[in-house]
């Protein structure tokens, strides 16, 4: 809008009034408001989240272990801010090697109590160190995930559920004592648990578990619709908390960014970082520390743990029919100037794209009508997804298009483009996803 924001107001108020005296100005409709992708998830949130574990460390004797104080004063800093989101939290207690060990179990509200999806992490280090990407990184993520459903409002259709598990270290411990503790009937309503133990190695690696197919391909398609390429995680089943769920019959899946193992140079080909070299130096060594973070592997596996969440919580038992290809990284538009673009690189589609391709806009943005919205094809095809508008005040281009793309090969790199045409008003591209039948 080109007007200074003090005079928007009235400007806004007037567009309001005319739309009393000549029929409302159109508010976005439901469908407008589609099902918006996973939001992205703040990688500096993330990061502050381990500053603080790092902090608790430094106090607590420089780590974070079963039995110690370090490990106690993890779990109730977990617990405050999940309580103040509100959750339903529980602290699970079990006792080994004479120490009192601590399970936290989070329910959001609502979903269908028959139906639960679980995601979790143990929240231990060793004794060695403060852990913080074994496993800090994977214990923030899953609780800055946590903090965006409540944030954003998000109301899974399942119930959502997370745990951060005690004595992991020492044998999963805590997530054996929880398995082992649900009734059969309790157990049965768990559809899925998601594990993320080590997250954010310094050279990392881009490993799926090769469980649940569902939930592999969950992963899969999210990462390669980022153009990231993965491999199969074949540490083995019994090397995280992961095991006791799958051995009581529950489909399980998660992402791994390696250990002490080394990066081999096919690896280093295709994801960067160093040819002979472990995927963690410091692994259960005392520089587990917050400089021993990827913050690249952090924030990619961050949305895709909300990506796998938001998509296995919805109201399907899968994820949306056919092949998706989703970009959640934020790309902030200027004001008034250049186009900006995301983009997808969709592959493994045969043939040509379809005459109702999906086309997943989530833009966040004051006074849309400022925006013009493209789709740009591979081959450089321009389809036009919005126009701009002088009088479209509402916030937000959060929408589903659908799009005749049958003349363009589907394989390849599909941009969103999107420019601003006027002055006073900013935003950022939130989120740009692909949905091929
Ligand atoms: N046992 C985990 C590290 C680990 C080793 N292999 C895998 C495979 C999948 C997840 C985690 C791991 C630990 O030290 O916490
Ligand atoms: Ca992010
Ligand atoms: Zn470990
Ligand atoms: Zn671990």
């Given at each position: 809008m080109n007007l200074p924001a003090r005079h928007r107001a009235l400007a806004v108020a007037g567009l309001a009034l005319a739309g009393l005296l000549a029929g409302a100005v159109p508010a976005a409709t439901a469908a407008e408001q589609a099902a918006v992708a996973a939001p992205d998830i703040p990688v500096a949130n993330v990061k502050q989240h381990l500053a603080d574990l790092q902090s608790i460390a430094n106090a607590n004797g420089g780590n974070r272990a079963h039995g110690r104080?370090?490990?106690?004063?993890?779990?109730?800093?977990?617990?405050?801010?999940?309580?103040?989101?509100?959750?339903?939290?529980?602290?699970?207690?079990?006792?080994?090697n004479g120490s009192t060990g601590y399970n936290l179990i989070a329910d959001r509200p609502g979903g269908d109590p028959d139906q639960v999806i679980m995601a979790g992490s143990h929240l231990d280090s060793v004794t060695a160190g403060?852990?913080?990407?074994?496993?800090?990184?994977?214990?923030?993520?899953?609780?800055?995930?946590?903090?965006?459903?409540?944030?954003?409002?998000?109301?899974?259709?399942?119930h959502l559920?997370?745990?951060?598990?005690?004595?992991?270290?020492?044998?999963?411990?805590?997530?054996?004592?929880?398995?082992?503790?649900?009734?059969?009937?309790?157990r049965a309503k768990i559809k899925g648990y998601l594990n993320f133990d080590m997250i954010a190695s310094p050279n990392p690696g881009y490993f799926v578990y090769d469980d649940d197919p569902t939930i592999e391909k969950t992963f899969k398609d999210y990462f390669a619709g980022l153009g990231i390429p993965t491999e199969i995680e074949t540490e083995g089943d019994g090397r995280s908390d992961h095991a006791p769920f799958k051995n009581a019959g529950i489909p399980v899946g998660g992402l791994f960014t390696g250990a002490d193992y080394t990066k081999t140079s096919a690896q280093?080909?295709?994801?960067?970082?160093?040819?002979?070299?472990?995927?963690?130096?410091?692994?259960?060594?005392?520089?587990?520390?917050t400089a021993n973070i990827n913050d690249t592997a952090l924030d990619r596996n961050s949305d895709a743990i909300a990506h796998?969440?938001?998509?296995?919580?919805?109201?399907t038992t899968t994820p949306p029919a056919g092949k998706v290809f989703e970009n959640t990284t934020d790309v902030a538009i200027p004001d008034n100037g250049a186009a900006v673009t995301t983009s997808v690189n969709v592959t493994g589609i045969t043939g040509n794209a379809p005459g109702n391709l999906a086309v997943g806009v989530d833009i966040v943005h004051t006074w849309r009508g400022d925006l013009v919205v493209d789709l740009v094809a591979p081959d450089g095809t321009v389809y036009n997804?919005?126009?701009?508008?002088s009088s479209d005040s509402a916030d937000n281009v959060q929408t589903t298009y659908t799009v005749d793309a049958s003349s363009e090969t589907?394989?390849?790199?599909?941009k969103l483009r999107v420019q601003d045409r006027a002055t006073y008003d900013t935003g950022y591209i939130n989120g740009f996803k692909l949905t091929f039948p």
């Amino acid at each position: 809008m080109n007007l200074p924001a003090r005079h928007r107001a009235l400007a806004v108020a007037g567009l309001a009034l005319a739309g009393l005296l000549a029929g409302a100005v159109p508010a976005a409709t439901a469908a407008e408001q589609a099902a918006v992708a996973a939001p992205d998830i703040p990688v500096a949130n993330v990061k502050q989240h381990l500053a603080d574990l790092q902090s608790i460390a430094n106090a607590n004797g420089g780590n974070r272990a079963h039995g110690r104080s370090g490990y106690r004063a993890s779990i109730d800093f977990v617990k405050a801010k999940l309580d103040a989101a509100g959750y339903t939290t529980t602290l699970q207690q079990f006792t080994y090697n004479g120490s009192t060990g601590y399970n936290l179990i989070a329910d959001r509200p609502g979903g269908d109590p028959d139906q639960v999806i679980m995601a979790g992490s143990h929240l231990d280090s060793v004794t060695a160190g403060p852990g913080i990407n074994d496993n800090g990184s994977g214990s923030a993520a899953i609780l800055e995930t946590a903090l965006a459903v409540a944030r954003t409002g998000y109301q899974p259709a399942k119930h959502l559920r997370f745990g951060w598990w005690g004595a992991e270290e020492l044998g999963l411990v805590g997530s054996k004592y929880y398995v082992n503790n649900l009734s059969s009937t309790e157990r049965a309503k768990i559809k899925g648990y998601l594990n993320f133990d080590m997250i954010a190695s310094p050279n990392p690696g881009y490993f799926v578990y090769d469980d649940d197919p569902t939930i592999e391909k969950t992963f899969k398609d999210y990462f390669a619709g980022l153009g990231i390429p993965t491999e199969i995680e074949t540490e083995g089943d019994g090397r995280s908390d992961h095991a006791p769920f799958k051995n009581a019959g529950i489909p399980v899946g998660g992402l791994f960014t390696g250990a002490d193992y080394t990066k081999t140079s096919a690896q280093a080909q295709k994801w960067g970082g160093t040819a002979g070299q472990a995927f963690d130096r410091c692994y259960h060594s005392s520089c587990d520390t917050t400089a021993n973070i990827n913050d690249t592997a952090l924030d990619r596996n961050s949305d895709a743990i909300a990506h796998a969440i938001w998509t296995l919580t919805s109201g399907t038992t899968t994820p949306p029919a056919g092949k998706v290809f989703e970009n959640t990284t934020d790309v902030a538009i200027p004001d008034n100037g250049a186009a900006v673009t995301t983009s997808v690189n969709v592959t493994g589609i045969t043939g040509n794209a379809p005459g109702n391709l999906a086309v997943g806009v989530d833009i966040v943005h004051t006074w849309r009508g400022d925006l013009v919205v493209d789709l740009v094809a591979p081959d450089g095809t321009v389809y036009n997804l919005k126009p701009f508008s002088s009088s479209d005040s509402a916030d937000n281009v959060q929408t589903t298009y659908t799009v005749d793309a049958s003349s363009e090969t589907a394989n390849g790199t599909w941009k969103l483009r999107v420019q601003d045409r006027a002055t006073y008003d900013t935003g950022y591209i939130n989120g740009f996803k692909l949905t091929f039948p």
